[in-house]
């Protein structure tokens, strides 16, 4: 059954559709549709051409807003700043919607305890390049990273493999896949993911042959973990939910950010000389990949915020490498995650695990200015 | 009485769903204790690999996402029926 549910309390966005049973119904009564039920097709084929239409007509509004209704100059500092913003806002956001939903119904089809029992046991070499793969489709939080961790040792599943996840998930994430592929097209995109795979199976496989288990905290070894099941029969309203749920955690919260650097890029965009980073960012500064990365590793996790701004210095001059490796740093590395970490892990793993991360990423960032 | 608890290190989900789930407890007004599961050996013991990990008398019925209002609200009230 499928009906639409007015939230309370804090939920300030639109009313959200919440997949359940009747409230008589005892919990494991859930109805299991085998056929998806006919309204729920509709519903989302019509979501889906609005969504088309909106995404179609997104450039001629933006300039009949600047052109036309704010009287702006096509040639000017502002006009192009306004346009700019005014273009990319909503066609980031709707990018954004579309991605982070399906997302969140592909991912009902994978849960921890599935990835776990596929990785268990595996060899390194392949388990890197699943764990990497597993981790782009895998819900992850990096905030439950601890219990993750020690349900993969648990499992047998070799430390390198596990580390090949813990960087892949983070990084080869919705927002900075939909950022990239709004912002520079699905090339960059398509590279970022690919480089982004590519650093976690490589780190995750040296950090394996560094045989770091002694660094691990002994008592990781001593839980016992109880029954992992994950049998959770979901139908497709189910499904649908927990994809419009993906939308209010993650659109709900990276929008101001989304918006915020769109601003600062529009304005970079606007009124900065063309080529002004080109001596600082460009790719004649070969210091400019280390700086970056050094940079990105305190930072956390506003990737949605910092790409816009990265968009604007990339069109005034800086180098795409120097670029994509700031913000793999920012994505992939955070304090919070090694503050989580540091409770299963001794520092110096978490050293080594950092050193890694970062090489790869640098040297991603060195290769790209090189061949592009 | 319905036993509710929340498996969880004190993550920010976490916490969201222990208000959550005291929410739906006031609206239904049913008996229930809510507390919140800290040890990460009771956690894994429990099988819970992804936090916010949600029991209801004793059974894990929700694990690594937070359950809606209305979810929250049917989990319990099922529950204070048995």
């Known amino acids: 059954m499928f009906f639409w549910h007015n939230t309370s309390a804090n939920d300030d966005m639109v009313t959200q559709p919440v997949a359940c049973v009747a409230t008589s119904a005892k919990p494991g009564d859930r109805i299991k549709a085998r056929r998806p039920p006919l309204p729920l097709w509709v519903a989302l084929a019509a979501a889906a051409l609005v969504w088309v239409m909106a995404y179609l007509v997104l450039h001629p509004i933006a300039n009949a807003l600047t052109y036309d209704l704010l009287r702006l100059s096509r040639d000017g500092h502002l006009g192009s700043a306004v346009n700019f913003f005014l273009y990319d806002t909503p066609k980031v956001l709707l990018l954004l919607t579309g991605i982070v939903f399906l997302m969140g119904i592909i991912r009902t089809f994978f849960s921890p305890e599935s990835t776990r029992r596929l990785l268990g046991g595996r060899r390194e070499g392949v388990g890197n390049v699943a764990a990497a793969g597993l981790g782009i489709v895998t819900p992850f939080c990096s905030c439950s990273a601890v219990p993750l961790f020690i349900g993969f040792v648990e499992a047998g599943v070799p430390l390198g493999v596990t580390f090949s996840f813990l960087v892949s998930a983070p990084m080869v994430n919705e927002v900075a896949i939909v950022l990239l592929f709004g912002l520079f097209g699905w090339k960059t995109a398509a590279l970022y993911v690919g480089l982004g795979l590519a650093i976690a199976i490589v780190a995750g496989w040296v950090i394996g042959r560094l045989r770091l288990e002694r660094y691990v905290e002994p008592f990781v070894y001593e839980i016992a973990v109880g029954q992992l099941d994950a049998t959770e029969s979901l139908s497709w309203s189910d499904r649908t939910a927990r994809g419009i749920q993906a939308e209010r955690d993650i659109v709900g919260r990276v929008w101001p950010f989304v918006v915020a650097g769109i601003a600062v890029g529009a304005a970079i965009h606007g009124y900065v000389p063309q080529d002004a980073m080109a001596s600082i960012m460009g790719k004649g500064a070969w210091w400019s990949v280390p700086a970056a990365v050094l940079l990105g590793v305190p930072m956390y996790s506003n990737a949605a915020g910092i790409l816009p701004v990265i968009e604007a210095l990339i069109d005034k001059g800086a180098a795409l490498g120097t670029a994509l490796a700031f913000m793999m740093a920012v994505v992939a590395l955070s304090f919070p995650e090694m503050i989580i970490l540091r409770r299963v892990l001794r520092w110096q793993l978490i050293a080594v695990f950092i050193g890694v991360v970062a090489a790869g990423i640098m040297l991603v960032g060195f290769v790209f200015n090189l061949v592009f | ?82």
């Open chain 2, 1 to 82: 009485m319905v036993k509710i608890e929340v498996l969880g290190s004190g993550c920010a989900n976490c916490q969201r769903l222990e208000a959550l789930a005291r929410e739906a407890v006031a609206k239904l007004g049913v008996q229930a204790e809510v507390a919140h599961v800290t040890d990460i050996k009771e956690i894994m013991a429990r099988g819970v690999m992804a936090t916010p990990g949600l029991a209801v008398n004793g059974k894990v019925v929700s694990k690594g996402r937070v359950p809606s209002a209305a979810e929250l609200e049917i989990l319990i009230a099922d529950a204070s029926e048995l």
